[in-house]
């Protein structure tokens, strides 16, 4: 199994198929536009921004898992378009850990058990997926962005 073997939905509730990234760098995180840590959302676009063109796609899950977030994907998607700027793609609301987690964060979860714990332990844990399709690396959510682009930029 693969990243690509899933489908998702967008930010307005379409579904779609993450085939549409085959061949790309994926940096998978779930978000929250109450949290605390929501400045990453800065340092994530202007990741997106400057790898972009070199085959970066940066996909943003919101998550009201930790009660830090809006009531839908789409109003967590115009907060983060409006506050922080961001162009890179955003999804609807998911749970990321337990029975009822998208099976997306439970395959990302469970191919990074050994790195962080089985759980995603807070909003902003980043997943970071090769032109293949594997999931290479997870980061923790206090993890800026700029603290691992080298780690990307090697992917790319």
Not at 76 to 91: D, E, I, S
Not at 128 to 144: I, Q, S
Not at 146 to 154: D, G, H, Q, Y
Request: hydrophobic share 35%.
């Amino acid at each position: 199994m693969k990243v690509y073997d899933f489908e998702i939905k967008d930010e307005k509730g379409v579904p779609y198929s993450l085939k549409r990234y085959e061949g790309k760098v994926l940096l998978i995180v779930n978000t929250a536009t109450k949290c605390g840590l929501a400045g990453q959302f800065n340092e994530l676009e202007e990741l997106y921004k400057k790898y972009h063109d070199q085959g970066l796609e940066v996909l943003g899950f919101p998550s009201d898992q930790f009660k830090q977030e809006l009531s839908s994907g789409n109003e967590a998607a115009q907060a983060c378009r409006l506050t922080y700027g961001v162009t890179f793609p955003m999804h609807e609301l998911v749970k990321v850990n337990g029975e009822n987690a998208h099976p997306l964060f439970a395959y990302l979860t469970e191919e990074t058990k050994g790195i962080l714990g089985k759980k995603v332990k807070w909003n902003f844990t980043k997943f970071l997926v090769d032109r293949n399709g594997n999931v290479v690396k997870r980061f923790a959510p206090t993890d800026k962005p700029s603290k691992f682009e080298n780690e990307l930029t090697k992917l790319l």
